[in-house]
């Protein structure tokens, strides 16, 4: 059971705009920064979002991130099949002085 | 280049053993915190333990702390973590990753990952 909370998957086609969420609680999601990383198969996770909304350089601005209280979300625009791959998001969590990740949402590209 | 790497993975018994290194090259590890995150085959990400840069504070996940340690010695470049009292639970690919001195920026450079098993 992972402390944030997302969808096990989500699908769309090519073009398509697609939207993973993150719910978490006081504290973490709540007064902390959130992250999301891609993990493309069988390679190492990405760094894809800091500080909520801001992406690294080299992560397209089809990518784009935002938060609300206590719930996050991934947004991906223009949906391209190189976009299929897991999607975890992560916070510092002040109760469990650590970080936690969300269990991973499957991003399936029909 | 900025890189990590990760080594020290292999078959280990339960209840043995384990060292696992992160050596970094292309940047200076002591202006950086480093993370330990692992993945059981077909899982999610699992946060495992922090060192921060500077002040040298440790983190540890509920599931590891009193039987993992992690340290850093700045002049190798280097990060380690001493896993002991393994347990089956404990098997995956273990990823050190780079972050921020305050975690602020997040995991932004990670390496390719080592293996361990824990297994009779």
């Known amino acids: 059971q992972s402390v944030l909370t997302q969808p096990p998957s989500a699908s769309g086609t090519p073009g398509q705009r697609v939207t993973i969420s993150c719910s978490g609680s006081?504290?973490?999601?709540?007064?902390?920064?959130l992250y999301w990383y891609q993990q493309l198969p069988g390679t190492a996770p990405k760094l894809l979002m800091y500080?909520?909304?801001q992406r690294p350089s080299g992560v397209p601005d089809r990518f784009s991130g935002s938060k609300s209280g206590t719930s996050a979300s991934l947004a991906i625009s223009g949906l391209r099949s190189e976009d299929e791959a897991d999607y975890y998001c992560?916070?510092?969590?002040?109760?469990?002085?650590?970080?936690?990740f969300g269990g991973g949402t499957k991003l399936t590209v029909l | 280049e900025v890189q990590l790497v990760e080594s020290g993975g292999g078959l280990v018994k339960p209840g043995g053993s384990q060292r696992l290194s992160c050596a970094a090259s292309?940047?200076?590890?002591?202006?950086?915190?480093i993370d330990w995150v692992r993945q059981a085959a077909g899982k999610g990400l699992e946060w495992v333990s922090s060192i921060r840069s500077r002040t040298t504070s440790v983190y540890y996940a509920d599931s590891v702390k009193g039987r993992f340690t992690i340290s850093r010695d700045n002049a190798k470049n280097s990060v380690y973590l001493q896993m002991n009292s393994l347990r089956a639970e404990d098997t995956g690919v273990y990823y050190c990753a780079r972050d921020s001195s305050y975690f602020e920026d997040g995991m932004d450079v990670w390496g390719q990952g080592t293996t361990v098993t824990v297994s009779s």
């Open positions: 500080r909520n909304n």
């Open positions: 292309g940047f200076s590890l002591s202006s950086y915190s």
């Open positions: 006081s504290s973490n999601i709540g007064i902390n920064y």
């Open positions: 992560a916070a510092w969590d002040d109760s469990l002085s650590g970080k936690v």
